[in-house]
């Protein structure tokens, strides 16, 4: 069955790094597209970041732009999420998604088209 599963959070002072993985099993990675989606304490869940099935083309939330990067590696079924410049507003569970049709030309940036979430990782950013 699809599996997602997250690691690499922890914690990080404000303007440090952190690089989240996603490892994938189960189906096809490479015909899907994939994102990362994110929910503070007491907020409802956000999307974060999209790409596509090839890696070519990827997509941000404002709020990170510039300071998030999201890459995969098909040939390892491995999601990636490169955060630098962490800001404290950054702290939350951070989930992976896979979307729900496979060969989707373009990266959905809707959370409803992602129909597999991993368990989540924390991320803390604190000084």
């Known amino acids: 069955q699809v599996q997602l599963v997250e690691s690499g959070g922890g914690l990080a002072q404000p303007g440090g790094s952190l690089r989240l993985s996603c490892a994938a099993s189960?189906?096809?990675?490479?015909?899907?597209?994939m994102g990362w989606a994110r929910q503070a304490p007491g907020k409802g869940l956000e999307w974060v970041s999209g790409?596509?099935?090839?890696?070519?083309?990827?997509y941000y939330t404002d709020s990170v732009k510039g300071r998030f990067t999201i890459s995969r590696d098909n040939a390892k079924n491995t999601l990636y999420l490169q955060m630098n410049s962490l800001k404290p507003e950054d702290t939350a569970l951070y989930y992976c998604?896979?979307?729900?049709?496979?060969?989707?030309?373009?990266?959905?940036?809707?959370?409803?088209?992602?129909?597999?979430w991993g368990q989540g990782t924390q991320v803390t950013v604190s000084s």
């Open positions: 790409i596509s099935r090839d890696g070519s083309d990827t």
């Open positions: 998604a896979k979307d729900r049709r496979p060969l989707r030309v373009a990266v959905t940036t809707y959370t409803v088209d992602y129909n597999y």
């Open positions: 189960g189906f096809t990675f490479s015909i899907f597209v």
